[in-house]
């Protein structure tokens, strides 16, 4: 049986446009998580290029066939960073924009950690830290043994790689060559209870990595063009699994949340909510759009 041919990645876009979606997603992740009103908000908006460069250029999906057989596979296994994840499918078409203000609601498939059958998109049901990332390696082997062109992604963090489990993952994807697996490493040094070198240091976490064998790459978790450039690297190394170690600064983009740990897990409330979304550019246009009760609307 002949497949039909894998889904297609966006267009490309320039540094302008891809700027302006990683901001929409971060005013997305606060308008949520204060209408909610608990969260996670930190670490959401540090991933914000990370998914705008994932979901705007590189992953090929198709919204209207979610679940194509030939398609590229995301899991965010730091399933508490999960508006980030939301605020792009919803952007790329997966569902409506309209659902996202009910994050964290009775009755929402839009759960406080993705939910696999909840929400189109969605690849697998995380939270638990250490088990995405297994999953997405058992993903990545059962393409290779049925030689589908697909790629796996997972998106981890440094606080989860104080687990066991992950290390485990690593020696066994560099083991099976793991070629069309890449990890995007969530660097930013912050986890719920403070700065992960005083709760567990993880240490050179990429230099592990490479221990393990697989091909690492050091990069600006903020920057296009070096996201773009080691993603083409990686699918380019196909003997080995590839780690992009993306430096990253919790609560980008926001002055008051940036590198501060209480807003790993903390939403802001009314004054913090609309000082956030004026730092970002709000009002825009592409949000009101789709206005929502509450400050989707201003």
């Known amino acids: 049986m002949t497949l039909a041919a894998p889904p297609q990645a966006p267009a490309p876009q320039d540094a302008t446009e ?10 997305d992740v606060i308008r949520m998580v204060h209408a909610a009103g608990c969260g996670h908000p930190g670490g959401p908006l540090g991933l914000a290029e990370i998914f705008a460069t994932l979901y705007f250029q590189e992953l090929r999906l198709d919204p209207e ?3 194509h057989p030939l398609r590229d596979r ?3 296994s730091n399933g508490h960073c999960c508006a980030v994840l939301y605020s792009s ?3 790329r078409g997966f569902f409506p924009v309209e659902k996202l203000h009910t994050f964290r ?3 929402s498939p839009l759960q406080g950690h993705p939910h696999r059958g909840a ?11 250490g088990n995405g990332v297994s999953v997405a390696a058992g993903m990545a082997l059962a393409a290779k043994m049925d030689r589908l062109d697909s790629r796996i992604y997972a998106i981890t963090s440094d606080g989860e790689s104080q687990e066991g489990q992950p290390w485990e993952m690593a020696t066994a994807a560099a083991h099976y060559g793991l070629g069309n697996l890449t990890l995007l490493l969530d660097w930013n040094g912050i986890q719920i209870d403070g700065r992960t070198e005083d709760v567990m240091n993880p240490g050179d976490i990429g230099a592990k990595y490479a221990a393990f064998g697989w091909h690492v790459q050091e990069i600006d978790g903020h920057d296009f063009q070096a996201l ?9 190394e196909t003997e080995r699994p590839s780690l992009l170690a993306c430096r990253t600064m919790i609560g980008k983009g926001v002055s008051y949340m940036e590198d501060v740990s209480d807003f790993h897990g903390m939403a802001p409330d009314d004054e913090q909510a609309i000082l956030a979304l004026k730092e970002l550019g709000d ?3 592409d949000d009101l759009d789709h206005a929502s009760p509450g400050l989707w609307s201003t």
């Open 74 to 76: 995301l899991i965010l």
């Open 89 to 91: 499918l919803a952007r």
């Open 18 to 27: 891809m700027a302006e979606i990683a901001n929409r997603i971060r005013r």
């Open 228 to 236: 773009s450039a080691a993603l083409a690297a990686a699918k380019a």
């Open 105 to 107: 609601k009775f009755g």
């Open 283 to 285: 009002p825009s246009p």
């Open 65 to 67: 066939n979610s679940e």
């Open 119 to 129: 929400l189109p998109g969605i690849e697998m049901s995380t939270g638990s830290l």
